[in-house]
């Protein structure tokens, strides 16, 4: 009986550090106008894989299991403000994404059909070079094809096929985007703003 109390304990105790982590990373962190400082923790402690030239800004909130937020962030991305990345199931964004502000991107839900409330989900995945509008929401188990527009205020429940543009609640497609994609996003503003040097190499 001592033995399990202590186990408890020490289970606790776990999951209360585990909480601190994500609490100081989500509401400290996030709030520091020192980019490297951020982009640290998130690939230190919260173990968010994030590649280069890629630029996250202040206020983002991320979440995940105790160990690490299943999150992956290529090369020459723009994550935006207040943007909510669901780590529980897993997220993982390919090369230079727009991710536009106050974007919600979940990769578990609850089935509002089971009696218990049960949660389910699955992986989002988003391609290179998408371009995800302000306030969209994207649901669990969605791939987003290569060179995709989520319009801006859009739900995103199903698949979107390379280089659609989809909008509306449920996202539908509403146009096609140009195939011949050559950018590489540079975006690296100053504090919490949109303002940067543009000439920067």
């Not at 302000?134 to 429940?157: F, M, N, Q, W, Y």
Request: hydrophobic residues 45%; contains cysteine; proline residues 3%.
């Amino acid at each position: 009986m001592k033995k399990l109390k202590v186990w408890l304990l020490h289970q606790r105790f776990f999951y209360v550090l585990m909480g601190l982590k994500y609490y100081v990373g989500n509401n400290i962190v996030a709030r520091f106008p020192n980019e490297r400082l951020r982009a640290m923790y998130l690939r230190r402690v919260m173990k968010v894989a994030v590649g280069q030239d890629t630029h996250v800004s202040m206020r983002w909130f991320v979440t995940g299991y105790p160990v690490r937020a299943n999150v992956t962030i290529g090369n020459n991305c723009v994550i935006n403000r207040e943007v909510y990345l669901d780590g529980r199931v897993g997220v993982h964004i390919g090369n230079n994404v727009n991710v536009s502000f106050q974007t919600c991107i979940l990769s578990l839900h609850h089935d509002h059909n089971s009696p218990d409330f049960i949660a389910v989900g699955s992986a989002v995945t988003i391609q290179d070079h998408v371009w995800i509008g302000a306030r969209a929401t994207i649901l669990p188990g969605v791939t987003v094809g290569e060179g995709a527009v989520i319009a801006a205020g859009a739900v995103v429940a199903r698949d979107v096929p390379a280089y659609d543009v989809v909008g509306g609640v449920p996202a539908k497609k509403i146009g096609e985007r140009n195939r011949d994609i050559r950018y590489l996003t540079k975006f690296s503003p100053y504090f919490d703003s949109d303002i940067f040097d543009e000439t920067a190499g």
